[in-house]
């Protein structure tokens, strides 16, 4: 036979990660002691609005969905830290391949200019005169 055994977690781990118990399905015959429980967790607290937390002290489940809520804020506030952050790297790669981008412009321009002057003095001119003169003899 089995039964269903709760894991519960710490207060300060529950308001990292928000979690604050998980179940498992043991062997009649596991000796259950700190951090589990065979406690039920009560019909009351298994609202999807409640937050089911096991006060070791008083070896009671209790509803801890406000702390839920803090708990939800502080992961939006990291969530939106990481997103800033994100954004910032995102901007600073921008600017490097901005500066990038003008560098090779510069270069082209510069190659262009060279081949340019290069053409220019190895290829005869539509402007250049080439007619030749004759004197006339009188």
């Known amino acids: 036979m089995t039964k269903v055994v709760i894991r519960y977690f710490d207060y300060n781990y529950f308001k990292r990660t928000g979690q604050s118990y998980e179940a498992g399905v043991f062997e009649d015959s596991y ?6 429980t065979e406690k039920p967790i ?3 607290l298994k609202a999807p609005e409640k937050v089911a937390f096991f006060n ?4 009671e489940w ?3 969905s406000s702390d839920a809520e803090i708990a939800a804020s ?9 997103a800033k952050q994100d954004a910032a790297d995102a901007k600073a790669t921008a600017a490097e391949y901005a500066a990038t981008i003008a560098s090779l412009t510069k270069q082209l321009a510069e190659a262009t200019d060279a081949i340019v002057e290069l053409a220019q003095a190895t290829l005869p001119s539509s402007d250049a005169d080439t007619t030749t003169t004759q004197e006339v003899a009188q």
């Open 56 to 59: 070791p002290q008083t070896q």
């Open 42 to 44: 009560p019909d009351e």
């Open 74 to 82: 502080k992961k939006q506030q990291d969530d939106l830290a990481a």
């Open 62 to 64: 209790e509803d801890r």
């Open 31 to 36: 000796e259950v002691s700190h951090p589990y």
